[in-house]
């Protein structure tokens, strides 16, 4: 069992930024793709950036590309989001997700592809 909390989130101006951490605990022995999501109050969950068990590979969203990084440290077991430029359009709340995995290089952007999940934080971009 892997437990996921994520913090960082918080109000900021357009054009800010803001870095979200992803603290993984509990059966971090194995392998864990991890990727952010993010959903909107009355929208669909869409994927925003993943990153591979063996941190080498990673995929974005188009709608961040260029302004979100995802990272991870796995001597502290958390993974980060940096984003910056924020427009009000990210105004979301963000999930950290983790699955195990056999691939060092897969990165899927399917919620249904992971198995754990955080409680999310709340991202709010004002104008």
């Known amino acids: 069992q892997v437990q996921l909390v994520e913090s960082g989130g918080g109000l900021v101006q357009a054009g800010g930024s803001l870095r979200l951490s992803c603290a993984a605990s509990?059966?971090?022995?194995?392998?864990?793709?991890e990727a952010w999501f993010r959903q909107a109050p009355g929208k669909e969950r869409e994927s925003v950036a993943g990153i591979s068990w063996s941190g080498t590979r990673f995929n974005y969203a188009d709608s961040v590309k260029g302004r979100f990084t995802i990272s991870r440290d796995s001597a502290k077991n958390t993974v980060y989001l940096q984003m910056n430029s924020l427009k009000p359009e990210d105004t979301a709340v963000y999930f950290c997700?983790?699955?195990?995995?056999?691939?060092?290089?897969?990165?899927?952007?399917?919620?249904?592809?992971?198995?754990?999940w955080g409680q999310g934080t709340e991202v709010t971009v004002s104008s």
């Open positions: 997700a983790a699955a195990a995995s056999r691939d060092p290089w897969n990165v899927p952007m399917e919620g249904d592809k992971y198995d754990y």
């Open positions: 509990g059966r971090t022995d194995s392998h864990l793709t």
